[in-house]
């Protein structure tokens, strides 16, 4: 199996964070550095990533997290600033986040150790759909938001489509917005807002695949249920 499979499989992360992983030196196949994702190996090689054996594949773990403000969504940093593994550094297993959160925004985030459904899930083929909440500065006009829904173009690429609802106006000057995205491109509310003249003031995520924080206090998680992950898997084309 290619190396990159294997770490997937294995649940060290997802197979595009496993090709990072690789490139950047930290896997080797007994005990040589394996800088290329494509090499082969099998169950009798000694496989460890930063210096820790690959041990077979564990049990695969899901957890929904309600990532609060002020962590980043990496599983180490260089920093020591507080990522989200360590809100769920009583599981066993070696969670990763299904993409990211900016640190500054709070909101439903999905940690697992299934690479394979996490690939699947952060790819736009699956148009797989996030809801954000979004207070902006200013008043929103209705160009704007009809902007938004018909896609603009970030970084000389187009965005999707998107859903988007004013819910209200807050203390007389800002706007709260409902956004859906079907896609995760870096900051990706932040930029569209700001394509159309509005800064985000503050950004939560209020579903990921149809799941929400419901009855979950800011900062803890909950295991998801066999259904939950049964239709993550039907969403995405994979056999449960
Ligand atoms: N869009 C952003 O700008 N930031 C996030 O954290 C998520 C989506």
Redesign the pocket.
């Known amino acids: 199996m290619r190396l990159v499979k294997y770490l997937a499989r294995a649940g060290v992360a997802s197979r595009r964070r496993a090709e990072i992983i690789i490139s950047e030196g930290r896997v080797r196949v007994n005990g040589t550095v394996a800088d290329k994702p494509q090499i082969i190996v099998g169950n009798d090689d000694e496989i460890t990533v930063d210096g820790k054996p690959i041990t077979g594949f564990e049990e695969k773990v899901y957890v929904l997290l309600n990532k609060p403000a002020g962590y980043i969504s990496t599983t180490r940093d260089t920093h020591n600033r507080p990522t989200v593994t360590d809100l769920v550094s009583d599981v066993e297993a070696r969670l990763y986040p299904v993409g990211?959160?900016?640190a500054?925004?709070s909101g439903v985030l999905l940690l697992t150790n299934d690479g394979e459904l996490a690939c699947r899930l952060m790819h736009p083929r699956y148009n797989v759909k996030?809801v954000?909440q979004a207070r902006v500065s200013g008043l929103v006009k209705s160009e704007a938001l009809e902007q938004i829904r018909s896609g603009l173009v970030i970084d000389g690429e187009k965005t999707a489509p998107a859903g988007v609802r004013n819910l209200k106006t807050v203390s007389n000057k800002d706007t709260l917005l409902e956004i859906s995205?079907t896609e995760?491109k870096?900051?990706?509310?932040?930029?569209m807002c700001a394509a159309v003249g509005h800064r985000?003031r503050a950004?939560r995520?209020v579903s990921f695949a149809g799941m929400t924080t419901a009855n979950l206090p800011r900062g803890s998680y909950r295991h998801l249920d066999r259904s939950e992950i049964e239709s993550l898997y039907r969403m995405v084309g994979l056999k449960a």
């Open positions: 990211r959160l900016d500054d925004t996030k954000y995205l995760g870096k900051r990706q509310v932040k930029l985000v950004l995520r």
